[in-house]
């Protein structure tokens, strides 16, 4: 099987956003990755509900919407009511992690785990039963168009090894700097779905891009 992949809106030309959504729509990319950021867990301030009612209305595929913001408990209900497939939130902003879990599947999402490039995956070992998805971040979070940190391939490595462990099928996820160039070694060494930004909304043939990195 290839890799998914969920091309980051992050990237979209937001003057032009229905005409990016209905790209995605139409290419053979698997979900829209969602990047919501409050500009106080991340030094960056993305969007929130307006785009996600857009997104509601118009995209096609599951919408896997990655929360960069404190305090999400206050705000999961409201994502769910707008379409949100899956949703993310980071071990790092996260202090009653179990609780925040157990919300978002009680609101009917799938529950992903985000660690970023320093958090070490042995923290997860009493929760990863609970997950849907692990994303490992292989930037530091707030932007887009970063460098891939090498040492996320460790991590992929050492994160399906605990999950083969545990007989889990827990998806592996990476964001951050992905592109055709690191796509295959990242699939080999274990990850699922990556999430590619820069390396599609920026490229010459977005279709290409696509392709290449799902190999
Ligand atoms: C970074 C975001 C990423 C980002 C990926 O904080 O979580 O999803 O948009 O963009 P690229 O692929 O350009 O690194
Ligand atoms: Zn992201």
């Known amino acids: 099987m290839s890799l998914l992949i969920a091309p980051s809106l992050l990237s979209a030309n937001f003057g032009k956003l229905s005409e990016d959504i209905e790209f995605i729509n139409n290419s053979k990319a698997d979900w829209f990755h969602v990047d919501v950021m409050d500009g106080v867990f991340v030094p960056n301030i993305s969007f929130g509900f307006p785009v996600m009612k857009t997104l509601q209305k118009e995209a096609k595929k599951p919408l896997d919407v990655h929360l960069m913001i404190q305090n999400a408990d206050l705000y999961l209900e409201e994502f769910a009511k707008h379409g949100t497939y899956m949703c993310s939130v980071h071990f790092e902003a996260c202090t009653h992690l179990h609780r925040t879990i157990q919300n978002i599947k009680a609101l009917g999402m799938k529950a992903s785990v985000v660690l970023n490039p320093s958090t070490p995956i042995h923290l997860l070992e009493d929760i990863i039963h609970e997950l849907d998805v692990v994303l490992l971040m292989s930037v530091n979070p707030g932007f887009g168009g970063q460098k891939f940190i090498p ?3 460790v991590k992929v490595r050492a994160l399906k090894q ?8 827990t998806l592996i996820q990476v964001d951050g700097g992905v592109d055709p160039s690191n796509a295959r070694k990242l699939e080999e060494a274990g990850a699922d779905v990556v ?3 820069n390396a599609v909304f920026g490229a010459a043939n977005r279709d290409e891009a696509i392709a290449l990195i799902k190999g």
């Open 151 to 153: 040492h996320t391939m």
């Open 195 to 197: 999430v590619a930004g």
């Open 162 to 169: 605990m999950l083969n462990e545990r007989s889990l099928s």
